[in-house]
């Protein structure tokens, strides 16, 4: 293993617990059936563990029952089942100015077949106010639909305002978590969220092919994939019931062991204890940040109203000199570019250079964060 300091976390977690990677193993190795396919004993054992992992999802964000939890093979694959399961041709939604592109290529495919989106437009720093949502609203209104921290800018929204304000018009309220789940406590019922979706390969620590799409009550979502499920397997059509209207085809069963193991590790460690570690991660690099003339920050100022990912620039090098510097000289892994939020930059006037990314994670040690700063100081001073 090379031996760097990984930050690219918002990208997707690394390292992962050592229990997830000792689930997967055996799964694969002495269970490796397929789920619900299958009467013999291992078919069941795999069966069992894809429905513990569906309760521990279900209990960990509040949902009130297993079967609305869909497992997806990422956040793309959750966000597009949402997104297209719902909107049709004269359907209005509602999204902002800042999302990521699994929320907007979606959206802007429908747009063109006849959905019309409305773009709830962010502050400076990236935040959503409810306020300025509800003159949106239209009695066609169905979904509205955003990040609950924006992968560039890591404004976190007040996401209990701004769904309450669609549910007076009657519309579902759907949120992307891709940076909030497994970084910070999520409780649908109290927030008032619809619908969730959350990759399970990021701060869930789970592994690669994993995510979920978790509803409060069938909203009805359409599959866009039928096929087989290992129920009702002498119908013609693919089954209406969840949670197999919504998963056709084999699932990633190993790694959703992985994940149920992952939400067993954060549930041990305790959320709000992960939540406290990684903010006081982002206070020292907000503060080596900000203490640099050449460094402008984008999003909120403070550890409080961020999430776990810090996007910057350094005045006189482009994001992907940095990126470079930071690999070649000082062993850092962050992210340069757009990061798949072309709509984040272009509002901050970071298009099309983009900006460079940090995303510590739980497993981020002091001194990583250590050498990132005092990375960061000296190109500062002599590049
Ligand atoms: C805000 C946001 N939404 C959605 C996604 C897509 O998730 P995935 O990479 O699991 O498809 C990401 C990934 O970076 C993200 O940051």
Redesign the pocket.
């Known amino acids: 293993m090379l031996n760097m300091h990984y930050l690219d976390n ?3 977690s690394w390292p992962k617990p050592e229990a997830v990677y000792q689930t997967a193993d055996k799964f694969m190795r002495e269970i490796g059936a397929n789920p619900g396919r299958s009467g013999h004993c291992l078919a069941k054992q795999a069966d069992t563990i894809v429905e513990e992992t569906r309760e521990l999802l279900a209990e960990f964000f509040g949902a009130p029952d297993p079967k609305l939890v869909t497992f997806t093979f ?4 959750g ?1 597009n089942l949402v997104i297209k399961g719902l909107l049709a041709p004269g359907d209005h939604a509602i999204t902002s100015n800042i ?2 592109n ?2 907007s290529r979606p959206l802007r495919r429908l747009e063109q077949q006849g959905v019309d989106v409305t773009y709830l437009q962010a502050d400076a720093n990236g935040l959503l106010f409810a306020e300025n949502l509800a003159p949106l609203l239209r009695p066609e209104t169905k979904l509205v639909i955003m ?1 609950h ?3 560039v800018l890591g404004a976190v929204q007040d996401v209990a305002a701004l769904a309450k304000v669609a549910h007076q018009n009657g519309a579902l309220f759907a949120l ?1 978590a ?2 909030t789940a497994g970084h910070q406590p999520i409780d649908m019922q109290a927030l008032g969220i619809d619908i969730l979706v959350v ?1 399970g ?2 701060g869930l620590l789970a592994p690669y092919g994993t ?1 979920a799409v978790i509803s409060l009550r069938d909203a009805g979502i359409l599959p866009w994939r039928d096929g087989g499920t290992g129920i009702k397997s002498d119908s013609r059509m693919h089954p209406n019931e969840l949670p197999y209207r919504l998963e056709g085809g084999t699932l990633n069963a190993a790694g959703i062991a992985g994940l149920g193991a992952a939400i067993k590790f954060i549930n041990a460690e305790g959320l709000t204890n992960i939540a406290a570690k990684e903010s006081n991660d982002m206070q020292q690099l907000l503060a080596c940040l900000q203490a640099e003339e050449r460094i402008t920050i984008y999003g909120p100022r403070s550890a409080a109203e961020r999430a776990g990912l810090v996007a910057f620039n350094v005045a006189g090098l482009s994001s992907a000199e940095l990126g470079q510097l930071l690999n070649d000289d000082w062993r850092v892994a962050g992210r340069p570019g757009l ?3 072309p709509l984040s930059h272009r509002a901050v006037g970071t298009f099309p250079d983009g900006s460079y990314r940090l995303s510590p994670g739980y497993f981020t040690t002091p001194n990583a964060i250590e050498s990132v700063c005092a990375a960061i100081r000296q190109i500062c001073r002599e590049q």
Do not use: M
Request: with cysteine.
């Open positions: 918002a990208a997707t990422n956040g793309t694959d966000l999302e990521h699994s929320v990040s921290a924006s992968n992307d891709a940076q990759p390969h990021k995510g990061h798949c939020s």
